[in-house]
């Protein structure tokens, strides 16, 4: 099994900035991405970023130049710096991983969610 443990979100003023940190452990053969997805009360979860193992990224529209996906040493980790932050980024942010636990099986796993409000 794999594990994803999100660390970080809170409360921020608008225009505060805001990091989150997601950790995957488990039965860990190769990552394909990690990154970062976000619900908000009535809607449904969309993308914030993903980093796949090249390190390429990909970022949703409602946050491009603001947030920031990176990968620690390790690959396992992987950190959400958001800066600019509005009322409107307030959601549950759920860390997503799809991996390989062996040399031909893959899942995709979700962290448990950690709340993020932006309000004055």
């Known amino acids: 099994q794999v594990q994803l443990v999100e660390s970080g979100g809170g409360l921020v003023q608008p225009g505060g900035s805001l990091s989150l940190s997601c950790a995957a452990s488990?039965?860990?053969?190769?990552?394909?991405?990690m990154g970062w997805y976000r619900q908000a009360p009535g809607k449904e979860r969309e993308l914030v970023a993903t980093?796949?193992?090249?390190?390429?990224?990909n970022y949703g529209d409602s946050v491009k130049g603001r947030f920031t996906i990176s990968r620690g040493d390790t690959k396992n980790t992987v950190y959400l710096q958001m800066n600019s932050l509005k009322p409107e980024d307030t959601a549950v942010y759920y860390c997503?991983?799809?991996?390989?636990?062996?040399?031909?099986?893959?899942?995709?796993?979700w962290g448990q969610g950690t709340q993020v409000t932006v309000s004055s």
């Open positions: 980093i796949n193992s090249g390190g390429s990224t």
């Open positions: 997503n991983g799809r991996v390989y636990y062996s040399t031909t099986r893959w899942g995709e796993y």
């Open positions: 488990g039965s860990i053969f190769s990552i394909v991405s």
